[in-house]
């Protein structure tokens, strides 16, 4: 049986909102031996509560800057010739790097899966710029 395509974006939404999920988890895991990571960059409901508002407001802000309809959290413009997979893969991404430094080799190599994914071309440069700029605008 077929499995349907989900709409562009939504996939990759699902993809860093899981992400971001497991980022925090593992933050409150205790290191273990031989392990190169730090524990509780985000560590308490405030901190890691916080850090999933900062991956998701710049999730939104791609996707509203490529889609429209709703006003935006951090006054990125509108883009309309953009991949909206690169942009939310690149915002959140960015984000998580910054709040989970420990972690970020990781997200390094699934952002990389993502864009291979990902056909090359002006759309999917400007899908990378607008994350770029989104995480940026948020951090």
Request: glycine share 10%; charged share 15%; hydrophobic share 45%.
């Amino acid at each position: 049986m077929h499995k349907p395509r989900t709409r562009p974006g939504v996939d990759a939404i699902r993809r860093w909102n899981e992400i971001a999920i497991n980022a925090s988890g593992l933050d409150h895991t205790p290191v273990a031996p031989g392990e190169n990571r730090v524990f509780g960059e985000q560590l308490g409901p405030t901190r890691s509560s916080r850090a999933m508002a900062i991956a998701h407001i710049a999730i939104f802000d791609v996707v509203n800057a490529i889609v429209g309809g709703f006003h935006g959290y951090t006054g990125i413009p509108a883009v309309h010739a953009a991949s909206l997979d690169a942009a939310v893969a690149q915002a959140a991404h960015d984000v998580l790097v910054a709040l989970y430094p420990s972690q970020s080799g990781s997200f390094d190599m699934l952002l990389a899966e993502d864009f291979s994914q990902i056909r090359d071309g002006r759309f999917k440069t400007n899908g990378m710029a607008l994350g770029q700029k989104a995480a940026a605008a948020i951090l």
